[in-house]
Nanobody, 119 residues
Framework: QVQLVESGGGLVQPGGSLRLSCAAS????????MGWYRQAPGKQRELVAV???????NYADSVKGRFTISRDNAKNAVYLQMNSLKPEDTAVYYC?????????????WGQGTQVTVSS
């Protein structure tokens, strides 16, 4: 079993910054891709950014140049630095990770953290 715990959401003004953190715990043999998704009210959940265990990254076009994903493999943690935030970035942000455990590989989700961009 793997647990993902997010932190760092909150209320920020347009143009501001936030840093989200996600830490994985449990009987983990190895972490594979780790990333962030978001879901705004009335919309489908969408990919924001993802990073493989080898370091390759992929970003949604809407956040390229503003958001940066990074990870600390020793801590089984992933981070999302969000700069130049816009009202349309308002959503619940979810951490997602692929992990290998005693039970085999699986995909896991955090509980979500609210990010609100408003003046």
């Amino acid at each position: 079993q793997v647990q993902l715990v997010e932190s760092g959401g909150g209320l920020v003004q347009p143009g501001g910054s936030l840093r989200l953190s996600c830490a994985a715990s449990g009987s983990i043999f190895g972490m594979n891709r780790m990333g962030w998704y978001r879901q705004a009210p009335g919309k489908q959940r969408e990919l924001v950014a993802v990073q493989t265990s080898g370091g390759s990254t992929n970003y949604a076009d809407s956040v390229k140049g503003r958001f940066t994903i990074s990870r600390d493999n020793a801590k089984n943690a992933v981070y999302l630095q969000m700069n130049s935030l816009k009202p349309e970035d308002t959503a619940v942000y979810y951490c997602n990770a692929g992990a290998s455990t005693w039970g085999g590989p699986g995909a896991y989700w955090g509980q979500g953290t609210q990010v609100t961009v408003s003046s």
